[in-house]
């Protein structure tokens, strides 16, 4: 993922840059997997949350996916 200014993305925006369906980021925002705040009606995924999940899953790349391969 290249450094981006952005506070936050969409989901959409996170299902594009992960290369997942938006309701897969659905799915890991409401299990809480995803770090994810509200605005008014929408879901934002904050730039460094979302940096420090993915760096979290070099590790461990099946970590809060259910063990999906």
């Known amino acids: 993922m290249e450094k981006s200014k952005k506070l936050a993305y969409s989901r959409k925006e996170v299902a594009e840059l992960l290369g997942l369906h938006v309701n897969t980021i659905d799915k890991y925002v409401r299990l809480g997997v995803l770090p ?12 460094s949350a979302l940096r420090e999940w993915l760096e979290g899953h070099e590790n461990n790349p099946a970590r809060g996916e259910g063990g999906e391969r």
């Open 36 to 47: 994810a705040r509200k605005l008014g009606s929408r879901w934002l995924i904050p730039a």
